[in-house]
């Protein structure tokens, strides 16, 4: 990679074929800003490898299974479970590594209990997601075997949680309803006997504009990741990307006007100009749609990207400047320095920030470091409970 840093504490990822995307190991730091700022417990949603060895969450038992197997030694929930893990013995492994494991079913409940050992569970509820968890028709049979193994001594249920559809829409009717369906399945539970360790709702949309939907956890994903949950309704808090993603400039050479640039020829240059290779393309996670649509950031400004993305390359204009192979290109980054963020490329695509950070892989490799110590960082961001959520 060439030497030039956009940031001292950026993370180099190197890349086998010179090019790398990098993190802020703020991961850590911005768990705890959000924990001091919300009042409430936090959990991570991240990746093995990424955790602050508090509370962690993983979308299935492999995930759960490759955090510990990363190091870390913090609470860990599994969302999902999947009918293979029973007969591979993922349930056992994750019971024995102290993972709380999700439920949706009563059935689910005695997969668990039939693994042995001390299991915890934490019970999921759909309130209109209608993705995972048990509707709340079928959600009195559920608290109930869930609290008769409680009873028994075969488990020990740690949390009731649910998950918002449109917490990004912070005017959107579905959030109310889905509130009070959470609070009545809470209540169902309660009439059976369960006193679960934690309660909670809010994604990281939620975390930032829905005060009311605490409860005693929140769950920041792509927040804790610096990136905007909701674009347009969260200009009260100051968010930091984590990621930069960067690659080395492969070469430059001059076109004629009336030459097309890459497959299909779909941008063919006006004038004479400077084009640049830069060598990371859809086998990496760089998006098709960006193709004349985005920009990097490379000597000082940015620079459009011209033609069609590639399997593993793509072109750059750069008008009259001839750069050298090796200079810096800053795909995306925080923006303080004038490169594009995530956010630019997702309007660029027409997509989310959230897809343009997880595509992110291939031949580009990852490298953390960490931040300041977490008692003497100040927080750089509006208390999240102050925000101007519904309350309903």
């Known amino acids: 990679m060439a030497s030039a840093r956009l940031d001292k504490t950026l993370v180099t990822l190197t890349a086998p074929s010179s090019f790398a995307a990098e993190q802020y190991q703020g991961l850590r730091l911005k768990c705890e800003q959000h924990r001091r700022a919300s009042d409430v417990r936090v959990m991570a949603i991240t990746s093995p490898g990424a955790g602050d060895g508090?509370?962690?969450?993983?979308?299935?038992?492999?995930?759960?299974?490759?955090?510990?197997?990363?190091?870390?030694?913090?609470?860990?929930?599994?969302?999902?479970?999947?009918p293979v893990d029973v007969d591979d013995a993922s349930l056992a492994r994750a019971v024995e590594a102290d993972v709380d494991i999700t439920a949706y079913t009563p059935e689910r409940v005695d997969d668990i209990i039939a693994v042995g050992g001390s299991p915890r569970i934490q019970l999921k509820v759909d309130t209109g997601l209608s993705r995972g968890g048990s509707t709340l028709g079928h959600w009195p049979d559920l608290v109930a075997a869930a609290r008769k193994a409680e009873i028994d001594g075969t488990i020990e249920v740690t949390g009731i949680w649910s998950h918002f559809a449109c917490a990004d829409e912070p005017e959107h009717l579905a959030n109310d309803r889905q509130e009070r369906a959470f609070r009545e399945a809470l209540d169902i539970a309660d009439r059976v006997g369960l006193r679960p360790e934690v309660r909670h709702l809010?994604?990281?949309?939620?975390?930032?504009?829905?005060?009311?939907?605490?409860?005693?956890?929140?769950?920041?994903?792509?927040a804790v990741y610096g990136l905007d949950p909701a674009p347009g309704h969260t200009g009260h808090v100051a968010l930091r990307p984590a990621m930069t993603v960067r690659a080395d400039l492969a070469l430059s050479k001059r076109i004629a006007a009336g030459d097309g640039v890459s497959?299909?020829?779909?941008?063919v240059a006006d004038h004479d100009t400077t084009v640049g290779v830069v060598p990371a393309g859809y086998g990496e996670g760089i998006p098709r749609h960006a193709a004349n649509t985005a920009e990097v950031y490379a000597a000082g400004r940015r620079r459009p990207v011209r033609g069609?993305?590639?399997?593993?390359?793509?072109?750059?204009?750069?008008?009259?400047?001839?750069?050298?192979?090796?200079?810096?290109?800053?795909?995306?980054?925080?923006?303080?320095?004038?490169e594009p963020t995530a956010q630019d490329w997702?309007?660029?695509?027409d997509t989310i920030n959230y897809e343009i950070v997880t595509r992110i892989g291939g031949r580009f490799a990852r490298r953390y470091v960490d931040s300041a110590p977490l008692d003497s960082a100040p927080l750089d961001s509006a208390p999240l409970d102050s925000a101007q959520g519904d309350d309903q």
């Open 263 to 267: 497959y299909g020829h779909t941008w």
């Open 346 to 349: 997702a309007e660029a695509c």
């Open 308 to 338: 069609r993305i590639c399997m593993d390359q793509f072109v750059i204009d750069l008008d009259d400047d001839e750069l050298e192979p090796g200079t810096d290109v800053v795909l995306f980054g925080t923006g303080a320095h004038g």
């Open 202 to 222: 809010a994604n990281s949309a939620a975390s930032i504009l829905r005060p009311s939907s605490h409860f005693d956890l929140v769950r920041c994903g792509i």
């Open 54 to 82: 508090k509370t962690m969450t993983s979308i299935n038992l492999a995930g759960a299974l490759a955090l510990r197997e990363a190091g870390d030694i913090g609470r860990i929930l599994c969302w999902l479970t999947l």
